[in-house]
């Protein structure tokens, strides 16, 4: 390994790359594996160079002694041309000859087409396609007009491997790139740098999953079994003995089942919940995000529309209108709430296929019978009328508050009662907490399943529009023909378990036992 000729602390003479011009500098430090001199200029620059680029002081006496008859003018014009390459000007000297001045010339023109031999750590980019991106590692809002500190040229080199290998020289004072490697350190690991060098924002697709309830067969299924199970147990609970020994129950007749006013009452109650949702009136807020960024807005006005249609309901009891056909015409309304939940199915949807692929549900798989169950579109709107939100809460959630109020009327009526019976009022009581706390916790909805996840198809709109107000009830609608006396104890116990039973965010997830205590009742009976 060859000797280092120079010492630390060292005062010689430097070239400033990319001239002839020399400069007295300090020598910092010696690389014996580069071969390289980590020097010091007057004004701070801190450089690598080679070892032919640094010169003794003596040698450039000997070269000043020597040269006494260099021209005056070509001499100015020299220096001219170099200042603006140059931390400072070049020390005046005696004249030289026209001969010598010209080789000085052709001199300084071969240095010029040197590489510049500054060791920087190499930029290694991979390939892609015909287009190499180079990138100089400075930050963006640092000025290139700094020569002196931001001269750069590019070396580019083919590997055996194909690749590019794109090696870039910036020279600075040292002590800059140290802060220029920070800040480097810090945008990769913030920042991921693509391949290519134009890149546009792509918003990733959702990974489907395994198709859930068994897949297209199962939803199929679903489909036929959610509404014979719903008359089964309608029907089952309107016999005089609902135990499984009369099961199945005998079917009715067709006039028990259809008849055109009753669809025409189902569709205004749907159209004047529609009305309140409409409202300006309650805040409105902001979902979460969807996959391209946008979040939709909300407006919270269901506690508003319950208390506009408790005072409609208590305005109709005023007026004596007779809200017992309502339990008359019981699977009628039923009937005509599944009929309205397909025919909404179907809108829906038809109106996915024109909604973007961003738009779409994540839980959708691409198989209609599939799509028609779970839902294709994931927030399917009218407008800024959301249909999927308002069924939600709306329609079938304050719907189950009006049937059991009903069934407690009906209960009054068909049992000859002066006041209703302790367990339909327990029953009443806990559910209508229950639906209270849902409407007024109203904006904890949007961070549910059914609002991030599933679209808008026959399953929520026939679990929105009919399992809820005709299922849920099956308690108060049981209680109408088998009353049952509940004692005073009896009814504090229940009320103690209530209190240990909180109901869960979404309120078409579950309604456990505890907030149906007249499940309990019959168990216990």
């Given at each position: 390994m060859p000797s280092r000729k120079f010492a630390e602390g060292e005062v010689v003479r430097g070239r400033w790359p990319g001239s002839s011009l020399y400069y007295e500098v300090e020598i910092l430090s010696h690389d014996s594996k580069s071969q390289l001199y980590t020097v010091k200029y007057k004004d701070?620059?801190?450089?690598?160079?080679?070892?032919?680029?640094?010169?003794?002081?003596?040698?450039?006496?000997?070269?000043?002694?020597g040269s006494t008859s260099s021209s005056p003018s070509r001499r100015r014009g020299s220096r001219s041309r170099s200042?603006?390459?140059?931390?400072?000007?070049?020390?005046?000297?005696?004249?030289?000859?026209?001969?010598?001045?010209?080789?000085?010339?052709?001199?300084?023109?071969e240095a010029r087409r040197e590489i510049l031999q500054v060791k920087l750590t190499p930029l290694v980019l991979k390939p892609f396609?015909?287009?190499?991106?180079?990138?100089?590692?400075?930050?963006?809002?640092?000025?290139?007009?700094?020569i002196s500190h931001k001269n750069k040229q590019e070396r580019i080199i083919l590997s055996p491997e194909g690749s590019y290998t794109a090696t870039q020289y910036s020279l600075r004072p040292r002590r800059e790139e140290v802060k220029v490697k920070e800040v480097e350190s810090k945008e990769q690991k913030l920042v991921p740098r693509g391949p290519a060098p134009l890149e546009t924002f792509q918003v990733p697709t959702p990974q489907r999953k395994d198709l859930e309830f068994g897949g297209v067969p199962g939803a199929f299924l679903i489909m036929l079994g959610?509404?014979?199970?719903?008359?089964?147990?309608?029907?089952?609970?309107?016999?005089?003995?609902?135990?499984?020994?009369?099961?199945?129950?005998?079917?009715?007749?067709?006039?028990?089942?259809?008849?055109?006013?009753?669809?025409?009452i189902y569709l205004l109650w749907f159209f004047v919940q529609a009305l309140f949702y409409l409202l300006p009136i309650g805040k409105v807020v902001e979902g979460t995000p969807l996959v391209d960024g946008r979040r939709l807005k909300y407006r919270l006005n269901g506690f508003y529309a319950f208390v506009l249609t408790s005072a409609a309901v208590g305005a109709s009891l005023f007026w004596g209108v007779g809200l017992h056909y309502v339990y008359t015409h019981f699977l009628q309304f039923a009937l005509a709430a599944v009929l309205f939940s397909v025919l909404l199915s179907v809108y829906l949807y038809a109106h996915s296929l024109k909604a973007p692929r961003h738009e779409l549900s994540p839980a959708s798989s691409g198989n209609a019978v599939y799509d028609f169950f779970i839902g294709r579109e994931l927030n399917p709107r009218i407008g800024a009328f959301d249909l999927k939100y308002f069924c939600e809460l709306r329609p079938g959630l304050i719907g189950w508050v009006v049937v059991n109020l009903v069934m407690l009327l009906a209960e009054m009526k068909v049992q000859e009662r002066d006041a209703p019976s302790l367990a339909m009022v327990l029953v009443n009581s806990f559910q209508l907490l229950y639906v209270v706390d849902a409407l007024w916790n109203e904006e904890a909805l949007l961070t549910t399943m059914d609002i991030v996840h599933d679209g808008f198809g026959f399953m929520l709109a026939f679990g929105d529009l009919v399992w809820v107000p005709f299922t849920y009830s099956l308690q108060a609608f049981y209680l109408v023909s088998h009353p049952h006396d509940l004692s005073w104890p009896f009814a504090s116990f229940i009320i103690a378990l209530k209190r240990e039973c909180r109901p869960p965010l979404s309120p078409r997830s579950c309604v456990c036992s505890c907030h149906t205590p007249s499940s309990l009742i019959t168990a216990l009976k």
């Open positions: 701070g620059t801190e450089l690598e160079l080679k070892e032919s680029d640094v010169k003794p002081l003596k040698s450039f006496k000997q070269r000043k002694s200042r603006s390459r140059s931390p400072g000007r070049a020390p005046k000297g005696s004249r030289r000859s026209a001969s010598a001045s010209h080789q000085a010339d052709i001199k300084e023109k396609g015909n287009s190499i991106n180079v990138y100089n590692g400075e930050p963006e809002h640092m000025e290139r007009n700094d959610l509404p014979a199970t719903l008359f089964l147990l309608l029907l089952q609970c309107r016999q005089k003995d609902p135990s499984l020994l009369t099961f199945p129950p005998p079917l009715p007749a067709l006039d028990e089942l259809w008849e055109t006013r009753v669809c025409g």
